[in-house]
């Protein structure tokens, strides 16, 4: 794969190491990420590949700040944002005009090898030749062998920068964007007693959702209620000047900030997101809460589901 080596060796240069994480979460299915990165910088011009990045980044979101004592001037000439990672359709269109080892698997549980010369890679309207020695085939004889993969092949979504530094040096910054696929929501359960008595016990979950396509390993987790540009009521607000009911056992809330028609709350330990993953984080509980029940009679509900609520008082009696 001499051809993708050339390609792709420039963006070799340098090394981003990876540190603390911070995410903010809000409710319009995004979210915004700082990560805590070291480059590795010579004086001048450098090529710089941050892999790890989120499937879902929104390029034009990114920020890129020192945070040391020591000022490098580091500015970005150059980003491009790929999320195109390295797949077997994408080796073999790099290996289109050359020979392909294919594993032949038999019936009888054995296998064996063949070799043919790749045509024309996969493509998203068409799929690949082979030139076989028996004639032409019109899809792959077996499973490709690669015969290894480069090390600066792109193997999960990355940015590639053309950075500037007044100096050589280890640089630690901050890297800042805004990903969509990751959400929250609160849930909260009320579990009745068997005996019919009016004490409840109540728990609160935060529910974090992430299909942004990258880890989030311990990071520190923020959560905005409210919609963007639009007012909206705080799902964790607790309101009318009421305190959240105490819980028995030792568990730290999260801390609430309130600005302008939003409501910020800081989880008060760090969590891991994986991608794919719905985390649960427990964030109330209280034992012993006064309630009282409620039944209702309402014998003409499937009639209004199929006639229309045409008396939305008929038939309900909920004074006893």
């Known amino acids: 794969m001499k051809r993708w080596t050339v390609l792709l060796s420039v ?25 805590a990165r070291e480059l590795d910088l010579r004086q001048g011009e450098n090529a710089m590949r941050l892999t790890d990045m989120s499937g879902q980044l929104e390029p034009d979101s990114v ?3 020192e945070t040391g004592d020591e ?11 790929v999320n195109a990672p390295l797949t077997q359709d994408l080796m073999l269109r790099e290996l289109e005009g050359r020979e ?29 030749i082979v030139q076989m020695a028996d004639g032409v085939r019109f899809g792959l004889p077996g499973q490709p062998l690669f015969d290894g993969v480069d090390a600066t092949a792109f193997l999960t979504p990355s940015l590639e920068w053309r950075l500037w530094s007044d100096k050589a040096g280890t640089v630690p910054v901050e890297v800042a964007y805004l990903t ?23 728990s609160g979950w935060v529910g974090i959702k992430n299909d942004s396509g990258k880890d989030y390993p311990d990071a520190a ?9 639009k007012l909206a009521t705080a799902p964790l607000a607790w ?13 730290a809330l999260p801390e609430e900030r309130a600005f302008d028609e939003f409501h910020l709350y800081t989880l008060p330990r760090r969590s891991t997101l994986k991608s794919g993953e719905l985390k649960q984080i ?4 209280a034992e012993g809460v006064k309630g009282e029940r409620e039944y209702v009679y309402e014998p003409l509900r499937h009639w209004r589901g199929r006639h229309g609520d045409w008396n939305r008082r008929a038939g309900l009696n909920d004074e006893k």
């Open 180 to 202: 969509r696929g990751l959400s929250w929501e609160a849930t909260y359960n009320l579990v009745a007693p068997e005996d019919g008595g009016d004490e409840f016990s109540f």
């Open 11 to 35: 963006w070799a240069t340098a090394a981003a190491y990876g540190g603390d994480v911070a995410v903010t979460v809000y409710n319009g299915a995004f979210a915004c990420v700082r990560e």
């Open 71 to 81: 000022a490098f001037g580091v500015e970005i000439l150059e980003q491009r944002y």
């Open 63 to 65: 920020i890129l700040r």
């Open 239 to 251: 309101g009318g000047g009421m305190d959240p009911p105490e819980c028995d056992i030792d568990m």
């Open 100 to 128: 392909v080892r294919f594993r032949v698997d038999e019936k009888d549980g054995t296998a064996h090898e063949e070799t043919g010369t790749l045509l024309r890679g996969p493509r998203r309207e068409a799929g690949p």
């Open 282 to 285: 427990e964030f109330l509980c």
């Open 221 to 229: 987790i923020k959560l905005i209620a409210g919609d963007v540009a």
